[in-house]
């Protein structure tokens, strides 16, 4: 499509001399400018990618992607319960379902912890000790202290629960819970100590700050649940197409039974980041719109000093077609060349983020990441080589574009005017 002398002599237009420093110029302020802006729309990209994943993750790696649940009944005295008496028989036949992983019966219930003097409510997660080494977050944590194989004899908490408490490995903690002993003057409270067996850090400051695990039969007995459970949490292959597997799971859990899914307790999350998402691309993409445009600057001021050199290639039996491939050339040329710096940069920025932002909190002094506030323990970017390539698309489309513009104007210029006062 472009001969070899035009590309000679678009490279030599490009190569201004010290006498024509303004056209050197403008191609570095060109040039820097779309790399910079690739770069913030890759940087960007990445990290609204790694956000969505680290989210996803965490929500689906220690919560069930379904619950299900009994609509409950009505009890003689009156009461409403929502528990259900053939959990096992539910969670075998959910099992079955193509797509199923697992399903593991859980008694639940939300308790006031106490240890050395301090406070905090927990949520408290009762579950089968084989069944909690199958949770991915659990299985493999962040960090994590103890052993799950103590199980049995103690609990598993949060690494903020511990952080809150003052307590660690081999401590005992003391749950109170409302809901406690009947006796013939009501009920009291029921206050029981735990020693903690293993403490974990699945990455989200909600599920840390907060959770707490306890095996299965003991949970029954603290929370007065004997021969019950809550629900039966489900995971599955896809837990990005979970409504998918919803009408086969309500067929095996049987009447009564209802589902609640990961998409259904965290959708304000996610609907929040697609449209902060939106919003960013769209921003960024008029910054990379900016950033092109000063290629045209660029090829109109060189259009206008190289006029002369125009009209004697025009007289030598050059084409008009020839002149708007050489200029276009020189302007694709830089959009190609800031586009590809801006790439480096960009997936560079994502894959040493962690330690990029090490060094801004150090010189910052702290705060610039606080896990409290945005739920994750550390800033995420995940490199997706479908961002990148809508970066490098749109910054070569756009430098294409605004490169034609000019070029067609140096293709239109008349040799006879242009050699007039020569």
Known sequence: MF???????????????????????????????IALAVFALIATLAVRSGFRYEFVDTIIGANPHVSVLAYGEVLPNGALTRTMANYDEVAAAVAQVDGVERAVPVVSGQVMATANGRNTGVQVVGMRGEDLAQVPRIAEPEEARGSLADYQQGIAIGTGVARQLGVDVGDSIRLISPDGVRTAFGTSPRIKAYPVVFVFQVGRWDIDSTRVYMPFEEAQLYFNRTGVADEVQVAVDDPERVDFYGPALIQAAGEGAYLWTWQDSSGAFLRALTMEDNIMFVILSILVLIATLNITSGLVMLVKNKGRDIGILRTMGLTEGTILRVFFLCGASIGVIGTLIGVALGCLFAIYIDQIFDLVNYIAGGGVWDPQFRHISQLPARLEWDDVLTAVALSLTLSFVVTIFPARRAARMNPVEALRYE
């Open 3 to 33: 001969r070899r002398f035009e590309w000679m002599i678009a490279w030599r237009y490009l190569r201004a001399k010290r006498s024509e420093g303004g056209i050197s110029v403008m191609t570095w302020i060109s040039l820097v400018g």
